[in-house]
């Protein structure tokens, strides 16, 4: 088996070099690493020390984004499979132009951000949007600073704020209660037609789903908190993958356990979200919910474990990696109590990537003082 | 007398693409990321700009033998104050919707660094005529920028072109690109693009 897949490829680099698709090597390269190729040494974040390289790195991250994924088309629809679907279509087709432009390696990193991004999406998202989304988040967040392992804010989330911040009405005024029963595997929710010709006025309308607000928008507006034990199990309204914890827990402790994601910067992030949650649910219960309630609601575990954690656009250094994390906490906690916007990880989470390089030259100008003269 | 209109020319044209104030010198941005949501904005700011640009350049090169080195900044921005004003007041007696619409900005124009820098770099050391040459060729480029930007963000954030309905109901407004940061986009992709079109020379 393993012989014909090397031969085959083997075939297909000796006809592409004669071929007019000689721009598409960085595609036949990609393959080729998924089944052989080891890693080469990288001159950016994120380093690696060990054999196992970049591809495998981003794939692992996959990995553990499945069960969330999974749990989205559960609750809400074989429509967030089209909403998956289209993120990788449009997103891998920008990484491969770009690839072949710039003569360079496809990266990896593309397949991580295609599936992170759906995942923060509310679940009747009209389809079109999504593939504006990732473009924007692709090409503006990534691509025109030099591709992964340059780009200062997180792909995914420079994704969703585009989308946020142009069409607020559907990013965040429209959610749909979890199906009941068998759920969403033998359920399509949401018409594919109706998403492409929806406009603002008349927001997407589910086929046999109920609209409802999201826990975090049903406590600002009414102060009302949804039952703990919901928000554990994800059978609440929220983004395809953000409203089981259980499974955000299991996939953010598979990236910990096999040291992909830094396990400092979710404990701190949700170490420092605790403590000042806490602290300010004293001080205001009104404005600023319970700990428990805001721990498993809301973007908070999902971007705590896989949006914080990318390698790229957080801080490499450990003590900067704490740092970065309690800040974020605090941040969250902040403008979900006090601003207009019911969830602020997503804020929080970018606005401290615009600092962890900085934070990373403060922590090496103290530690490594005697060393940088 | 030909090599005189050519270079005359060459003056007029250079502002245009080749030392394009906003995308190659990218001076003036606050007004472009201000004013460019709207093709109706656009070309009022950029007429009322381009208006400044010439007629200071032209009184500064008319003045330049008798501006005491040492204050001329503070005199260039009389001048160019004066006119400034001079629009602003136009603007509110004739074209009020407008003037509300970009309000401040067009005060604003005083800081406009592109006049400042034609004022200071070419309208201080020629005669009359090469200046307005000069000033014209730039407020064109500038209006040019404008025009380009704002014929991306009116469609794409008001489904609109010049108030008039250009997409269909269909269309959902990109809000982002009514706001100023979506002006950055646009002006940075148009800045790639000329950059890789025209290279600039080592």
């Known amino acids: ?373 | 007398m030909a090599e005189a209109t050519e270079k005359g020319f060459r003056l007029l044209t250079r502002g245009l693409i080749k030392d394009n104030p906003t995308f190659r010198m990218v001076l003036g941005i606050c007004s472009t990321l201000a004013v460019s949501n709207r093709m109706t904005n656009s070309l009022a700011m950029s007429l009322g700009t381009t208006f400044v640009i010439v007629s200071s350049s032209l009184s500064v090169s008319l003045l330049r033998n008798y501006i005491p080195k040492r204050v001329r900044m503070a005199v260039y921005t009389v001048i160019i104050a004066t006119f400034v004003v001079c629009v602003d007041l136009y603007l509110k007696a004739f074209y009020p919707l407008i003037s509300k619409q970009i309000g401040p900005y067009v005060g604003l124009i005083i800081t406009n660094c592109i006049i400042m820098g034609r004022c200071e770099s070419f309208a201080s050391g020629n005669k009359p005529g090469p200046s307005i040459l000069d000033g014209l060729g730039v407020g064109m480029g500038y209006s040019f920028s404008l025009i380009l930007i704002s014929a991306i963000r009116e469609p794409l954030g008001f489904g609109t072109m010049m108030g008039y309905q250009v997409l269909g109901s269909w269309w959902t407004p990109w809000i982002l690109m009514v706001m100023p940061p979506g002006a950055f986009l646009v002006l940075g992709l148009y800045i790639w693009v000329l950059r890789t079109i025209y290279p600039e020379k080592k």
Not at chain 1, 238 to 243: A, K, Q
């Open chain 1, 1 to 373: 088996m393993k012989g014909l897949i090397r031969k085959s490829l083997d075939l297909c680099y000796g006809w592409l070099e004669k071929s007019p698709l000689k721009p598409l090597k960085p595609l036949l390269n990609a393959a080729d690493g998924f089944f052989f190729r080891g890693a080469e040494v990288t001159e950016a974040a994120p380093h690696l020390r060990d054999g196992i390289n970049l591809k495998r790195m981003f794939i692992f991250v996959v990995f553990a984004a499945m069960p969330s994924a999974l749990a989205g088309i559960y609750l809400f629809g074989w429509r967030a499979l089209w909403v998956i679907l289209i993120s990788y279509v449009v997103g891998l087709g920008l990484e491969v132009v770009f690839a072949a432009v710039r003569k360079e390696e496809i990266s990896e990193g593309a397949f991580v951000t295609c599936i992170l991004f759906p995942l923060t999406l509310p679940p009747n998202i009209p389809l079109w949007m999504v593939g504006v989304g990732i473009f924007m988040g692709i090409l503006f967040g990534k691509e025109v600073f030099g591709g992964t392992g340059h780009n200062i804010f997180n792909p995914a989330l420079v994704s969703r704020i585009f989308l946020y911040i142009c069409f607020p009405a559907v990013m965040t005024g429209n959610w749909i209660r979890p199906m009941e029963g068998w759920g969403g595997f033998i359920k399509y929710s949401g018409d594919l037609l109706s998403g492409e010709t929806l406009i603002s006025a008349s927001l997407p309308q589910a086929g046999d789903a109920v609209t409802a607000a999201t826990p975090l928008t049903d406590f600002k507006a009414t102060g009302e908190l949804a039952p703990l034990w919901d928000l554990f199990w994800g059978n609440v309204s929220g983004s395809l993958g953000e409203t089981s914890a259980i499974l955000i827990l299991l996939g953010g402790l598979f990236l910990i356990i096999t040291r992909i994601a830094d396990w400092r910067i979710p404990l701190s992030y949700i170490g420092s979200f605790v403590i000042f949650a806490f602290i300010f649910h004293g001080i205001n219960p009104e404005k600023f919910a319970p700990v428990g309630f805001q721990l498993l609601s809301g973007g908070l575990l999902f971007g705590a474990f896989f949006m914080a954690t990318d390698p790229v656009s957080g801080p490499f250094t450990k003590g900067g990696r704490w740092f970065f994390g309690i800040i974020c906490g605090l941040l969250t906690v902040l403008i979900r109590g006090v601003s207009g916007y019911a969830e602020g990880v997503m804020f929080a989470i970018l606005f401290m990537n615009i600092f962890s390089s900085l934070i990373d030259e403060l922590v090496l100008s103290y530690r490594y003082k005697e060393f940088r003269r």
